[in-house]
């Protein structure tokens, strides 16, 4: 690499690394992996971006969390493939370029179809790198080689083959069914690309129906006369959000078990502007506590109502076009938008004495994702796929082991999104995307499914055949991804080798939309399970919890914490942040946090580096040579090691990041890197040569363990371990071996916390009274059973603590504690520092009482907590620490209160 041609500078500066880093990566070749028979492969196939989108913080998380993996399972020495790729999203993309287009004072139904394709193709062209570009700034260790866009003709045919395969099943089918309609985009969308959020300024109207009898059997004067329901006597009241949708009703509802209608159940209802005559009827679909508990029914435009509908055999009827003006079957408000036509509605209502009053309501409309305009449910001639069958065959592959879900409480919802699965609306209004392989026949009407074009009608053998005009849902092309990108439908060595697939990393929010899908079309399409795992995340949020968006402006833009802080930092607080399947609150002030371990980080590698001019001498267990101090650090390492790897291979990151980030700073930057300093400057050539190789061998492995989390930073300075011949196993860290846990030392871990406790305690001391750093102190300890430990190391502990040796007082036990000092505990070990010209006793109180005041406070929240629903909920260990942690609490809550009664006294 470039970098390695010169000494490692004074400072960290990751935009000066990263990129040169990641270019000299990919010309290496290091992403692509080879194949080998003789072991299981690691493969993830990246959740495609659209072509023409940006980089955001979803992006940030999912190319954290999978590189995390890459990297880790590579430097495992398994074959490792991530399969990189877009998607076409064929309402994102085809509204972009409709914005274009717009410019010139253009529609696409001016320039016509192939036109307009064109112009979406050169605009893939122009932007379509765009996000591979911005991925590859994060880190993101893909192969390259094998990027995939589902556009492309191999993928492509491998989209009509999926549907014409399930076509010649029976499972796909044209019909009319109630979808999401945009009448901006024009087009039916699904779930995932309809957005609610709850608004103010919604109406909740309350309309009067008047019913059949009692000597009134229906309107005697025009609609709009004033006189419409002249001599009706018996009314009921629905409420509703959309007046206009009363054109389509077809049914008045109650809840079966609401007594105040039972006894107008069977009864007939008049349907206001129309005159149309509609029965009440019992559903329990009827949410006998929304408006008046009677409800009116559009099978025709409501969801719910469609399904009332199904139950009771109600006709539907549609009122509107596509482009959301009332149809023919509106009467009197035909032609009219239906926002307008809900003004004319109301207001003749109003003049009929039919509108009972208005209120104000709190509602979540849905809004097409691309454009923001509000979705008209509406009953649409379109393709579906029968997916009941096939979400069987999903929902057993996860009940027999074969999927396993993380975290696994999203089980419930994924099964009981497959048990209730509707028809899958796959055809979309549009012109960009995979068009539908179904040809109709002029002449006998016949629709032809073929996998390749035909020329002639199948039936009739007519020639005068047409092609579908539409195209199919991003998400059915999308659901093929795990299995397409490996070549499928032909048997290639990719295929056979790396599917199915090992790990699907994505949101949670998406665990229906696609996740489902891709495992009800792998099982289809290739008998097999898509893939092993499925790891969900959570949003990425604000430090306020809140969603991000433009509306708010408090999105987090990436690119530009990457350019102000770097890649590293940012990818390690995505990592360390979050848990599977929970928000994350996103805060820079973590970021830099993070920026700031990674200086830590330089500055003891450029230490290290700096003490490397004599011999190194390799650590070895049986050295009898070794200290405490090394023997700790080097046990402490070999456990760190462990419980990293164990909470890797538990997909936990967040406890394996933190604990990399507590022994890096913690132990081996904030003391044994202190400690080495002796040896090294002041010891023997003996002791500096097995300190420096102490201090190589925890380096390296500090940097083989964040590696994953951190690419750049430990790659570059590994880069330097190895050309000052410290390192030499690999060409690169990315293709390093993963280190592997060695002994450990529970004696000299307990001796050495010991040490290391007495040593905090008195800086603390020093600290709180501002006793200037150069200043030897007197102090007297109790040590305990640590007497040996303090006394076999007094040098030691009288350098770290800035203590006067020879004013240094080290026994078991004081019968009477020294006079004018203040007592400090560290753990069982009680320190005396000489209250005269350190202590103010006033200002030691009040920091007391100033200590035990932030206590209380923290053991009443812990108490809180243990006494919520937490103790039940989270894991037992995690229970078991915080309990620990409360006793902990209360212990120094009392040294606390004995000590600020004997400064008292």
Not at 201 to 215: A, D, Q, T
Not at 411 to 418: H, I, K, M, N, V
């Amino acid at each position: 690499m470039a970098m390695e041609t010169m000494a490692l500078p004074k400072t960290f500066n990751p935009q000066e690394i990263e990129e040169p880093i990641y270019q000299w990566w990919e010309q290496r070749g290091f992403f692509t992996p080879r194949i080998d028979p003789a072991r299981r492969p690691f493969v993830i196939s990246m959740p495609p971006p659209n072509v023409t989108g940006e980089l955001h913080m979803g992006h940030a998380m999912f190319v954290t969390l999978e590189d995390l993996m890459i990297r880790y399972h590579r430097m495992k020495g398994e074959p490792t493939l991530w399969v990189p790729g877009t998607d076409h999203a064929g309402i994102a993309t085809q509204v972009m370029v409709e914005r274009e287009i717009a410019k010139e004072g253009l529609t696409r139904h001016q320039l016509g179809r192939e036109r307009f394709l064109e112009r979406v193709w050169a605009w893939k062209e122009k932007y379509g790198g765009t996000i591979t570009r911005q991925l590859r700034r994060l880190g993101a260790s893909c192969d390259w080689t094998r990027e995939r866009f589902t556009m492309d003709p191999v993928y492509s045919r491998a989209v009509r083959e999926a549907f014409v395969r399930l076509y010649e099943r029976g499972l796909i089918y044209r019909g009319e069914y109630l979808i999401n309609w945009c009448p901006r985009c024009e087009t039916a969308l699904s779930d995932l690309e309809v957005e609610r959020e709850e608004e103010e300024e919604g109406l909740l109207y309350y309309v009067r129906y008047p019913l059949i009898g009692e000597g009134w059997e229906g309107p005697t004067a025009p609609w709009g006369s004033g006189r419409w329901a002249e001599g009706a006597r018996d009314f009921i009241t629905v409420a509703t959000t959309r007046p206009e949708t009363l054109l389509g009703d077809t049914a008045v509802a109650v809840h079966p078990e609401d007594a105040r209608y039972a006894q107008q159940v069977g009864r007939t209802a008049v349907l206001p502007a129309l005159g149309r005559r509609i029965p009440i009827l019992a559903d329990p679909a009827v949410d006998r506590d929304f408006g008046t508990g009677a409800v009116k029914v559009t099978p025709g435009h409501d969801p719910t109502d469609y399904e009332i509908g199904e139950r009771h055999g109600l006709p539907r009827v549609n009122v509107m076009n596509p482009d959301a003006t009332i149809n023919e079957n509106g009467g009197p408000y035909a032609g009219m938008d239906r926002f307008r036509a809900r003004e004319a509605i109301v207001a003749d209502l109003q003049k009929e004495g039919l509108l009972e009053k208005i209120e104000p309501h709190r509602y979540a409309p849905g809004r097409c994702q691309r454009c923001g305009t509000i979705v008209e449910p509406m009953l649409s001639l379109q393709w579906f796929v029968n997916v009941k069958p096939l979400a069987e065959e999903a929902i057993r592959a996860v009940k027999e082991g074969r999927i396993r879900i993380l975290p696994e409480r999203f089980e419930r919802d994924y099964f009981r999104w497959l048990e209730h699965i509707r028809p899958w609306c796959i055809s979309r209004q549009l012109w960009w995307g995979h068009r539908i392989p179904a040809w109709y026949c002029d002449d006998c009407g016949h629709i032809t499914v073929a996998r390749e074009d035909p020329t002639a009608c199948a039936r009739c053998g007519s020639a005068r055949i047409h092609q579908d005009e539409d195209v199919l849902d991003t998400w059915f092309s999308s659901a093929l991804w795990p299995f397409a990108t490996l070549g499928w439908p032909d048997d290639t060595e990719d295929l056979r080798y790396f599917y199915p697939t090992t790990v699907m990393e994505t949101g949670y929010d998406i665990l229906f939309f696609w996740v489902a899908r891709m495992v009800m079309m792998g099982l289809a399409m290739t008998g097999e399970v898509p893939f092993r795992i499925v790891y969900l995340h959570g949003l990425v949020r604000d430090e306020k919890g809140e969603k991000m968006s433009k509306t708010k402006g408090n999105v987090i833009d990436p690119l530009v914490v990457i350019r102000d802080y770097g890649a590293d930092a940012l990818r390690f607080t995505l990592a360390t942040g979050s848990t599977p399947g929970n928000d994350m609150r996103l805060s820079l002030q973590r970021v830099e946090g993070n920026r700031n371990f990674a200086n830590k980080l330089w500055n003891a590698a450029r230490f290290i580096l700096g003490a490397l001019s004599g011999p190194l001498r390799r650590p070895s267990w049986d050295d009898p040579t070794l200290t405490l101090p090394d023997r700790w650090i080097l046990s402490r390492y070999h456990r760190t090691v462990a419980a990293v790897t164990q909470a890797l291979d538990a997909f936990d990151f967040g406890e394996a990041g933190r604990r990399i980030y507590e022994f890096t700073w913690g132990e081996f930057c904030d003391w044994y890197i202190e400690i080495a300093k002796e040896p090294l400057y002041r010891g023997s050539e003996d002791d500096a040569a097995r300190t420096r190789g102490i201090l190589v061998y925890v380096l390296d492995g500090i940097l083989r363990l964040l590696h994953p989390f951190m690419p750049f930073i430990t790659e570059a300075l590994w880069g330097y371990l190895k050309r000052a011949g410290a390192v030499d196993d690999a060409e690169a860290l990315i293709v390093a071996a993963w280190p592997i846990s060695g002994p450990v030392d529970e004696r000299a871990e307990a001796e050495m916390q010991a040490l290391i406790e007495t040593v905090r305690t008195i800086r603390n001391a020093r600290e709180a009274h501002r006793v200037p750093s150069e200043r030897r102190i007197p102090a007297w300890i109790a040590a305990k059973e640590a007497l040996p430990v303090l006394e076999g190391h007094r040098h030691l502990l009288a350098t770290l603590a800035r203590v006067d040796p020879d004013r240094l007082v080290l026994a078991a036990e004081f019968p009477e504690p020294p006079p004018e000092a203040v007592i400090y505990p560290a753990g069982s070990i009680q320190i005396y520092l000489p209250v005269a010209g350190l202590v103010d006793r006033a200002a030691e109180r009040a920091r007391l009482e100033r200590e035990l005041e932030d206590l209380e406070a923290r053991i009443a929240k812990t108490e809180a907590l243990l006494a919520s629903e937490f103790s039940v909920r989270a894991p037992a260990a995690v229970v078991e620490k915080e309990r620990r942690k409360l006793e902990e609490l209360k212990a120094r809550r009392e040294q606390l209160r004995a000590e600020w009664e004997r400064l008292r006294e």
